[in-house]
């Protein structure tokens, strides 16, 4: 009885929140029939990531060369990570969102955007066994207040839990003591020694990623060279292996 009065309750609540704040689409801000969704027209700006793809890289084939094919890029320049796997290609409307999050304070889109997240890094989720976010310098912390890469994650685990798997998650388990400076218009070196030595384990973290297959989460992948800087950091402090997970990514290797 008390059961069914709680869940009516919520209903109920969801019903008034509805009426006071009408559910709008997270792309343009249109009315739409739920939370966290899209309208019809923002839905086709997304490209979603499906297969066939690159099984190291998540880079997306123009056709499918079978199953477990490796992109040219993986052969010639292998990452240190063992798998990478991304939601959608960062461009137009992926790109506002990501930048919306990012600088514009809407943490109300991360629900949305670790979902498919989820649904792309399935494989990856099942495999892990402790979720690490990539972190913010201190400095940049500071003046955004929240790190995206870390509610991502937390939302992933929490997805995780309402399918029943306790994943463990590390949310302070790499720190970033290198103040590096943006990536956005470097070149692939340039990206590199940037963050070149950028991230460490913190002391006491060790031992929750010492044998431990690591999922470590991200919002943009571009050359890889954030999070191949933050797998390394990983793998030092014992990591058994290291997946990458990100909500988009780009077209192609830059």
């Known amino acids: 009885m008390a059961l069914s009065v709680q869940r009516g309750a919520g209903v109920m609540s969801q019903i008034v929140a509805n009426l006071l704040f009408p559910p709008v689409c997270a792309g343009c801000r249109v009315a739409v029939?739920?939370?966290?969704?899209?309208?019809?027209?923002?839905?086709?700006?997304?490209?979603?990531?499906?297969?066939?793809?690159?099984?190291?890289?998540?880079?997306?084939?123009?056709?499918?060369?079978?199953?477990?094919?490796?992109?040219?890029?993986?052969?010639?320049?292998?990452?240190?990570?063992?798998?990478?796997?991304?939601?959608?290609?960062?461009?137009?409307?992926?790109?506002?969102?990501?930048?919306?999050?990012?600088?514009?304070?809407?943490?109300?889109?991360?629900?949305?955007?670790?979902?498919?997240?989820?649904?792309?890094?399935?494989?990856?989720?099942?495999?892990?066994?402790?979720?690490?976010?990539?972190?913010?310098?201190?400095?940049?912390?500071?003046?955004?207040?929240?790190?995206?890469?870390?509610?991502?994650?937390?939302?992933?685990?929490?997805?995780?839990a309402a399918r029943g798997r306790a994943l463990a998650s590390a949310p302070l388990a790499l720190a970033r003591v290198k103040a590096t400076r943006s990536q956005v218009g470097l070149g692939r070196r340039q990206r590199q020694e940037n963050v070149r030595g950028a991230f460490k384990i913190v002391p006491g973290q060790r031992a929750a990623i010492l044998g431990r297959r690591v999922l470590l989460v991200d919002d943009v992948f571009t050359t890889g060279a954030t999070v191949g800087s933050a797998t390394l950091a990983l793998i030092r402090a014992g990591a058994r292996d290291v997946d990458v997970l990100t909500f988009a990514r780009v077209a192609a290797e830059e």
């Open 33 to 160: 029939g739920g939370p966290d969704a899209l309208c019809a027209r923002c839905w086709t700006l997304l490209r979603f990531i499906e297969r066939p793809y690159c099984d190291v890289l998540g880079l997306p084939f123009s056709y499918d060369p079978g199953e477990g094919a490796v992109s040219p890029q993986a052969i010639a320049d292998p990452p240190p990570f063992a798998r990478h796997r991304s939601a959608v290609i960062y461009d137009g409307l992926a790109a506002r969102l990501v930048a919306a999050l990012k600088y514009g304070d809407r943490t109300d889109l991360v629900p949305l955007m670790a979902s498919w997240m989820g649904r792309a890094g399935e494989d990856l989720l099942a495999d892990a066994e402790i979720v690490v976010p990539v972190p913010l310098h201190r400095g940049r912390l500071w003046r955004r207040r929240f790190n995206q890469s870390a509610e991502l994650a937390r939302a992933l685990v929490r997805g995780e």
